[in-house]
Nanobody
Framework: QVYLVESGGGLVPPGGSLRLSCAAPRSIFSVFSVHDMAWYRQAPGKERELVARITSAGGTNFADSVKGRFTISRNNSRKTVWLQMNNLKPEDTGVYYC????????????WGQGTQVTVSA
């Protein structure tokens, strides 16, 4: 089942920007604030990798490859997480997935269906 809904992907030239959104509409997220949220991506032929994470407390961490270019933010009342991607590079191409993990029970991990990001001239 798909628990999270991503949007905002698309085709953008190198140097461009995109803003991805991840919404958590299902009732299991009645307490959205207790979930650590993250964005992962998977390029063709490669393993899924962590891009950015924002904890329930608001702490953030990023993959070295996106530091200084991507930011992650959340709004608990709207049950939404965003990934702002600037100065995009062709190597940022891939399917971006949103992930939610209950900070009190890491076995409760949920994914979205993914959104395609293509960086190409």
């Amino acid at each position: 089942q798909v628990y999270l809904v991503e949007s905002g992907g698309g085709l953008v030239p190198p140097g461009g920007s995109l803003r991805l959104s991840c919404a958590a509409p299902r009732s299991i997220f009645s307490v959205f604030s207790v979930h650590d949220m993250a964005w992962y991506r998977q390029a063709p032929g490669k393993e899924r990798e962590l891009v950015a994470r924002i904890t329930s407390a608001g702490g953030t961490n990023f993959a070295d490859s996106v530091k200084g270019r991507f930011t992650i933010s959340r709004n608990n009342s709207r049950k939404t997480v965003w990934l702002q991607m600037n100065n995009l590079k062709p190597e940022d191409t891939g399917v971006y997935y949103c992930n939610a993990v209950n900070r009190d029970n890491s076995a409760q991990s949920y994914w979205g269906q993914g959104t395609q990001v293509t960086v190409s001239a």
